[in-house]
C-alpha cells in the first residue's frame, strides 16, 4: 500500500477552514478540524486573532500575544482552581491532581517544587544519561530490525520517555507496565470535553498512581537514591533549609512528571518520523546535513522544528487575575484565556514560511516549551531524547516507509499519533 502525503495530513478547502473559524468552539469541534487544524488556526489568526469563545473564554492565536501572556504571570495565572472544579468536581482524583501539580499552579508552590526539579535535571545529569538512552534506543531499533517494522509509536516513540521517567524516578522496570495507559488517562481528561467515560477513567488512573506511589515513596524512604539524579528522592529530602513538599504534592507532582515526560516526547518522536515521511525531500536533506556537518547541531536544529511544525501540547490556559488589554479586547479579571501554541508556531509575523518544513530553520523561537516561568522544566532532556531517537533512526533506517495510514490521537490539546505501521525492508 503506498502513503500519500494526504493520507497522513488531509488538506483542508479554504471555505471549509473559514466555516469552522467563523463557529470556532474549542467545545464542539468537527472530527476534520483534528486531522488537520493549522488551515482554521490561520483564519484564525488573520481574522479573529483574540476570539471570544461562547462560553466567555478568550481564545489566542498570535505570536506575540501569547508570548505577552507567558511573560506576564502578574496578571495571568495559571492556578486551576476555579476552572476544574466544575469540570472534574471539587475534591475528586483529578481535581487534586491538576490543582496540584506544578503546571497548574502559581508562586510559591510552583516554585518551590521547580527549584527542587530543576535540582536533579542540571546539565551533568543530563549529559550522564546519554549513554543510557543510546543503549535503550539502540535495543529497540534491534528489535524493529529483526520485525523488520513495527509501530512507530508503540515499539519506539512510546517507550523512550517511560524508561527516561521511569529511571528518574527509580520505578522498577517490572513495574512500568501501567504508565502509559495511566498518562493517557490523566491526560485525556484534559481535553476541552469530555464524556463521563473519560472522566471515570482519569480519576480511577490518578487513583491507581497514587495507590502506586505511596508504596514507591516509602520504599525510597527507606533506601534513599543520590538525590542530584534521583528526583524522587530530591522530592522527598526538600530543600537544604528544610522546605518540604506535602504528601499530596509529592505524590500529585510525581504523577506529573511521569506525565508531562511521557506524552509530550512521544509525539515529539512520533511526529517527527510521520512528518519525514509526509515530506520525503526534508528526509533526504536531512540525512546529508547529518553526514556533512556537526551531526549533534543539525539534529538539535531539526529537533526544534518539529516542535514547532508539530507541537505536541498545541494549546495551554490562563485566568486573567486583573483587568487587562489583549488586541482589541478588554479583558475583565477572572477571564479564562487559551493560548494556542499550535498557531503562534505558525505565525508569519514570527517564523518565514511558517507553513514549511525547515530542519535548518534559524532562529527558532518556537513556543512548544512554553515561555517565562512556566518555561518547560525538562525541555533539554527533551532535546536529548528528540535528538537520540530521531538520529539514530534514520542512521539506521534511513528508507523506512508507512505501510498504512497513521491514526491520530484525535485531541486537540495533545497532537500526535495512536498508531503508525512502518516497514523498513
Keep these: 500500500m503506498s502513503i500519500t502525503p494526504d493520507d497522513i495530513t488531509p488538506p483542508m478547502a479554504a471555505d471549509r477552514a473559514q466555516a469552522i473559524a467563523q463557529a470556532f468552539d474549542l467545545r464542539a469541534l468537527p472530527p476534520d478540524f483534528f486531522t488537520n487544524p493549522y488551515p482554521v488556526y490561520r483564519a484564525l489568526r488573520e481574522q479573529d486573532p483574540v476570539r471570544r469563545m461562547p462560553d466567555g473564554s478568550v481564545f489566542l492565536t498570535r505570536w506575540a500575544d501569547l508570548a505577552a501572556v507567558y511573560r506576564d504571570a502578574a496578571s495571568f495565572s495559571s492556578d486551576k482552581h476555579v476552572e476544574f472544579a466544575p469540570k472534574y468536581g471539587a475534591g475528586t482524583p483529578l481535581f487534586e491532581h491538576h490543582t496540584t501539580s506544578l503546571v497548574f499552579n502559581d508562586p510559591p508552590l510552583h516554585t518551590r517544587v521547580r527549584r527542587l526539579i530543576m535540582g536533579a535535571l542540571t546539565r551533568r545529569a543530563i549529559a550522564d544519561m546519554e549513554a543510557g538512552l543510546v543503549e535503550l534506543v539502540d535495543r529497540l531499533l534491534d528489535s524493529i530490525a529483526a520485525h523488520e517494522g513495527g509501530d512507530l509509536i508503540e515499539d519506539f516513540a512510546a517507550a523512550i520517555p517511560v524508561e527516561i521517567i521511569g529511571n528518574l524516578l527509580g520505578v522498577p522496570h517490572a513495574e512500568r507496565g501501567p504508565l502509559r495507559d ?190 517565562g516561568i512556566h518555561q518547560c522544566a525538562g525541555l533539554s532532556l527533551a532535546r536529548l531524547e528528540g535528538r537520540i531517537a530521531i538520529g539514530r533512526f534514520l542512521r539506521r533506517f534511513p528508507g523506512y516507509r508507512l505501510t498504512a495510514a497513521p491514526t491520530r490521537g484525535g485531541r486537540a490539546r495533545f497532537r500526535g499519533f495512536l498508531a503508525a505501521p512502518f516497514a523498513v525492508g
Design 182 to 371: 495511566w498518562s493517557l488517562a490523566i491526560l485525556g481528561a484534559l481535553e476541552p470535553t469530555i464524556t463521563p467515560a473519560q472522566a471515570e477513567r482519569g480519576h480511577r488512573a490518578v487513583t491507581e498512581m497514587c495507590d502506586y506511589l505511596r508504596t514507591l515513596v516509602a520504599a525510597r524512604r527507606q533506601a534513599p537514591g543520590d538525590p542530584e539524579r534521583d528526583v524522587l528522592t530530591r522530592l522527598i529530602q526538600g530543600e537544604a533549609d528544610g522546605e518540604q513538599l506535602s504528601e499530596v504534592e509529592l505524590l500529585q507532582n510525581c504523577i506529573f512528571l511521569l506525565n508531562a515526560g511521557h506524552e509530550t516526547t512521544t509525539n515529539l518522536i512520533g511526529n517527527a518520523l510521520v512528518a519525514l515521511q509526509e515530506h520525503p525531500a526534508v528526509r533526504q536533506q536531512l540525512l546529508q546535513r547529518m553526514g556533512g556537518e556537526d551531526e549533534v547541531a543539525v539534529l538539535d536544529r531539526a529537533v526544534d522544528e518539529f516542535l514547532r511544525y508539530e507541537s505536541s501540547n498545541q494549546l495551554g490556559n490562563r485566568r486573567a487575575v486583573k483587568d487587562v488589554r489583549i488586541g482589541d479586547l478588554e479583558l475583565p479579571a477572572g477571564t479564562l484565556v487559551t493560548l494556542c501554541i499550535g498557531a503562534a508556531n505558525r505565525d508569519p509575523a514570527q517564523f518565514a514560511e511558517p507553513e514549511a518544513l525547515d530542519v535548518a530553520r534559524e532562529p527558532n523561537k518556537h513556543l512548544a516549551f512554553g515561555f
